[in-house]
């Protein structure tokens, strides 16, 4: 059984920073490929990054893109999303995933966490 929490979500003013982190247990973190997803009220879950399990395979949204960064720490069994120059409008519930496939789309994602907020003030 493999397990996700997310952390470090929160209230920012528009232009801050925040840094989601999510530790995944249970299963060798190393094979999965992550993934950040995020959901606002009213919308659908939306792709925002995804990393391999090589650190240098990264892919962005085109709204984020230039403004977020997403890494991993295979020993730590971690992954994270730092977020610069936040807006408004990403605001949202963010979710960490796991995929034993290199995908960007959702519902091909087979674990997930249980989400932080993001709230970004304007």
Not at 20 to 45: D, I, N
């Amino acid at each position: 059984q493999v397990q996700l929490v997310e952390s470090g979500g929160g209230l920012v003013q528009a232009g801050g920073s925040l840094r989601l982190s999510c530790v995944v247990s249970g299963r060798t973190f190393s094979g999965y490929m992550m993934g950040w997803f995020r959901q606002a009220p009213g919308k659908e879950r939306e792709f925002v990054a995804a990393i391999g399990w090589s650190t240098t395979s990264t892919f962005y949204a085109d709204s984020v893109k230039g403004r977020f960064i997403i890494s991993r720490d295979n020993a730590k069994n971690t992954v994270y999303l730092q977020m610069n120059s936040l807006k408004p409008e990403d605001t949202a519930v963010y979710y960490c995933a796991a995929s034993t496939r290199p995908t960007i789309v959702p519902n091909r994602y087979e674990y997930w966490g249980q989400g932080t907020q993001v709230t970004v003030s304007s």
